[in-house]
T-cell receptor
Framework: QKEVEQDPGPLSVPEGAIVSLNCTYS??????FMWYRQYSRKGPELLMY????GNKEDGRFTAQVDKSSKYISLFIRDSQPSDSATYLC??????????????FGRGTSLIVHP | GAVVSQHPSRVICKSGTSVKIECRSL??????MFWYRQFPKQSLMLMAT?????????EQGVEKDKFLINHASLTLSTLTVTSAHPEDSSFYIC??????????????FGQGTRLTVV
């Protein structure tokens, strides 16, 4: 079992739909949880950053962390064609050297069609 | 957010030659840098982790003599693909983590380098 599981999709939705992206993980030591968006042939950009359980909202994006279930979600409201990209979840725990090395899911490809 | 600059964004080289890719943190000190490789429609594959001033730690299956990583300063890490072959063609991405507060838990990514070996 991989440390972080993420369905690669593709997930295809109509414009305006609510999108739900999810990841599960097995390492209970993970403390920080992130969502990155990656457009084709570009580096990932950070969308959401959360610590521990709970919800965090930023505009049309809501990140949810449930540590008891080892499950994180990203919701996108009023999805737009420009949201079409690959979304990677990432989570980190302190390493023996003190650094927080992120572990990534494989990414979910999202397609929002007009 | 912090800025990580990766150069070049695209490079084409002949088989057998070496290629150097630079990754710079522009507005913070990168105590740890990561190098990833990404094949089309695949996730990021961590190649190695480097801490400033020390040798890089390579992931299993990554040839350290082929992918030379240098992290000589807190703002610069380089990846050199030596004796490149067509199978080394891929998208290479660096990321960096700083120190202090959120900076040591949040990874900032470069723009990526598309390497094509002909």
């Amino acid at each position: 079992q991989k440390e972080v599981e993420q369905d690669p999709g593709p997930l295809s939705v109509p414009e305006g739909a609510i999108v739900s992206l999810n990841c599960t993980y097995s390492n209970s030591a993970f403390q920080y949880f992130m969502w990155y968006r990656q457009y084709s042939r570009k580096g990932p950009e950070l969308l959401m950053y959360t610590y521990s359980s709970g919800n965090k909202e930023d505009g049309r994006f809501t990140a949810q962390v449930d540590k008891s279930s080892k499950y994180i979600s990203l919701f996108i409201r009023d999805s737009q064609p420009s949201d079409s990209a690959t979304y990677l979840c990432a989570m980190s725990a302190p390493s023996s050297g003190g650094s927080y090395i992120p572990t990534f899911g494989r990414g979910t490809s999202l397609i929002v069609h007009p | 957010g912090a800025v990580v600059s990766q150069h070049p964004s695209r490079v084409i080289c002949k088989s057998g030659t070496s290629v150097k890719i630079e990754c710079r943190s522009l507005d913070f000190q990168a105590t740890t840098m990561f190098w990833y490789r990404q094949f089309p429609k695949q996730s990021l594959m961590l190649m190695a982790t480097s801490n400033e001033g020390s040798k890089a730690t390579y992931e299993q299956g990554v040839e350290k003599d082929k992918f030379l990583i240098n992290h000589a300063s807190l703002t610069l890490s380089t990846l050199t693909v030596t004796s490149a072959h067509p199978e080394d063609s891929s998208f290479y991405i660096c990321s960096a983590i700083g120190s202090g507060g959120r900076r040591n838990t949040e990874a900032f990514f470069g723009q990526g380098t598309r390497l094509t070996v002909v």
